[in-house]
């Protein structure tokens, strides 16, 4: 779970401190001198209860994660401020960064702590369960592309598509888009489905209750629908 007070960084250097401005007596850091916005890169959990953004230190330029106004990790070479991410409830954060090194590599930290390196991670992929139980993303290791669910690798492939990863809000389902030469499918719960030229872009999606799945999918010319794994009338462009 997220963790403010013992995750700060300490480095005195990197911050100096002025008293809070809400009234409750708390000091605060202040970022004005030593820090400056990095690349426009902040977001909210969905109940507005916590706020994330990523500075970039003035002395070696050097981003840093701050959650609810502190930093909330080591400095790294490089985070994908697009990544950043809560859980549907709030009570989990994760986002993307790379290390330094002599084999430069990308790693997704979740609630503070960097997971295993990667060659690379599409920032835009990470992704919560709907109960925050479980995350994922799409890592590239070896020239091919998998999606890791709470740490476990799934099958390989050639690409797959960065925005498509979804959970299902209840049951625990998942699924994403994903290319093998020249045909992309979808996998839900594992399973690939029928194969196109495309799918669209942010399918899969679930119904609310989790029971339903539907994505768009371009056949020669034309995109149809399938839902539950039934191709629907194909229905022009999309």
């Given amino acids: 779970p997220i963790s403010r007070a013992s995750s700060e960084l ?12 809400n009234g409750c007596g708390r000091c605060a850091r202040s970022m004005a001198r030593r820090t400056r916005p990095a690349r426009p890169s902040a977001t909210f959990s969905p109940d507005g209860a916590h706020s994330a953004f990523v500075a970039q230190r003035i002395d070696d330029e050097r981003p840093v994660v701050f959650l609810d ?16 991410v809560f859980s ?11 290390q330094d090194g002599d084999h430069p590599a990308w790693l997704a930290v979740i609630d503070g702590k960097p997971g ?6 599409l920032p835009a992929s990470l992704a919560f369960s709907g109960d925050g139980s479980q995350v994922a993303f799409a890592a590239r290791r ?20 960065p925005r498509s990863i979804s959970f299902s809000r209840a049951g625990g389902r998942m699924a994403y888009a994903a290319r093998s030469d020249t045909n992309w499918r979808a996998v ?31 056949r020669e010319d034309l995109w149809l629908m399938v839902v539950d794994g039934a191709e629907q009338k194909p229905a022009g462009q999309m």
Wanted: no cysteine.
């Fill in 10 to 21: 300490r480095d005195a250097r990197a911050w100096r401190w002025r008293p809070s401005t």
């Fill in 69 to 84: 106004g502190r930093a909330v990790a080591q400095v790294f070479a490089e985070v994908a401020g697009e990544s950043l």
């Fill in 88 to 98: 549907p409830s709030g009570e989990h954060f994760g986002f993307v960064a790379r």
């Fill in 116 to 121: 295993p390196a990667w060659e690379e991670i």
């Fill in 142 to 161: 070896d020239g091919r592309w998998q999606v890791v669910v709470s740490g476990q690798p799934g099958p390989a492939w050639d690409e797959i598509a």
């Fill in 188 to 218: 839900i719960d594992g399973k690939s489905g029928a194969f196109g030229a495309a799918i669209a872009d942010g399918m899969p999606v679930f119904s609310r209750d989790g029971k339903h799945v539907a994505y768009g999918m371009k």
